[in-house]
């Protein structure tokens, strides 16, 4: 399936000059954010990963969201997914979640699975909409505060891609 990429942002796949902005998105986004260095490491030496970056056309110098999912075996495990603050609430991480999905499924993806803090509800919705269903916890998962994470697995790749997200730019 394709993506539906509204006119006024562009995703594309996350390249070396990205890793300082992404960096930073994941420091601002997230209480235990990624270092520099994993996302270099991603780019440089995981065959199994496949990041991306999602930007204002406008003001392309901007860094919005990024997200990133690693292919094993047929099975997607989604990485991260970070909208910067300012701009949550206008389906972007809709859009970045639905990028990698499909992605997944174009290069030979089954099923996916995912962590997510067992307080963040909003994710948590937003992984049911694709259809991600929770099979597990984690205790005491996240070491910045001992947090017990969700395991969410959706089943089938090519039946979880909603053709309409209500992406709001």
């Given amino acids: 399936m394709a993506v539906q990429i509204p006119p006024t942002v562009a995703i594309t796949p996350m390249g070396a000059a990205d890793v300082a ?6 420091a601002a986004a997230f209480s235990l954010p990624w270092p520099r260095q994993a996302f270099e490491a991603q ?14 056309l406008a003001e392309p110098q901007l860094l919005w969201g990024s997200a990133g999912y690693w292919l ?22 809709k859009l970045l979640l639905q990028t990698m999905l499909a992605d997944a499924h174009a290069h030979g993806g089954c099923n996916a699975t995912l962590e997510v803090r067992a307080s963040n509800l909003v994710a948590q919705h937003l992984y049911a909409a694709f259809g991600f269903e929770l ?30 997200l209500g992406v709001h730019t």
């Fill in 135 to 164: 099979v597990g916890r984690r205790k005491n998962y996240y070491t910045d505060n001992h947090e017990d994470a969700l395991l969410m697995t959706a089943s089938s790749l090519g039946s979880v891609l909603p053709d309409q």
């Fill in 72 to 93: 094993v075996a047929g099975e997607a495990h989604i990485a991260t997914l970070a909208v910067d603050p300012r701009q949550r609430n206008r389906g972007f991480g």
């Fill in 43 to 56: 780019l440089k030496s995981n065959p199994a990963a496949h990041f991306f970056v999602l930007r204002p």
């Fill in 21 to 26: 902005q992404v960096a930073a998105l994941d």
